[in-house]
């Protein structure tokens, strides 16, 4: 039984190092049937280690997640608290330039479903949500303001421009845009 595990936590080692270089070639929609092909298993080992597609996603992720959410516990710390939420949203956005499915991943879920427990979806919420409470208590970013709706509006920016030529610049010029008219007095600049 031991060696059982020790079997299935290789497996679920190797599925997932195959994954990620799958759904870094070809994002969300990276084939389970190849990525099975490639670690040398059957579809249905990896449909026992990974259920859906969004669990694979999931995981494939959930290092990447983990680290944007100790950074917002970091900037809850900064004194200026729409800098703060700016740099933190900003990140997520180059993250998910850089890992394609990202974005997909984050939006495979509602963002108010709280059914999944620890999602990406759920975590980044979570985290984000502390740094705009804070900069809504400070009369830095307008009342009304939901963390949906920011996370919304990032995950918008890496689909929308995920296919450019240059994604990151037109990314860049977005958020620019969008978050000038996220400051309570609505004329504050972004600040790197």
Known sequence: MTGQRS???????HILTVAEAEVAARGAQASLERIARTAGVG?????R?????????E?????????????????CGEKDTYSALVRWLHELLAYSLAARGLADTISYQPLQDEDLEHSCATDLKDAGDRLLRRAIADNA???GVSIED?????????LATENYTAPARQAERAFRLAVMGLHANGHRAVSD
């Not at 079997?7 to 080692?13: E, G, I, K, L």
């Not at 995981?59 to 900037?75: D, G, M, P, S, Y």
């Not at 920011?150 to 890496?158: D, N």
């Open 150 to 158: 920011l996370l919304t509006l990032v995950v918008g920016i890496a």
């Open 59 to 75: 995981a494939v992720f959930r290092e990447r997640i983990h680290v944007l959410c100790e950074h917002a516990e970091t900037l």
């Open 49 to 57: 280690h990974f259920p859906t597609r969004k669990a694979l996603l």
């Open 43 to 47: 579809s249905a080992t990896v449909r």
């Open 141 to 143: 970013v307008q009342a």
């Open 7 to 13: 079997d299935a936590r290789r497996n679920y080692a």
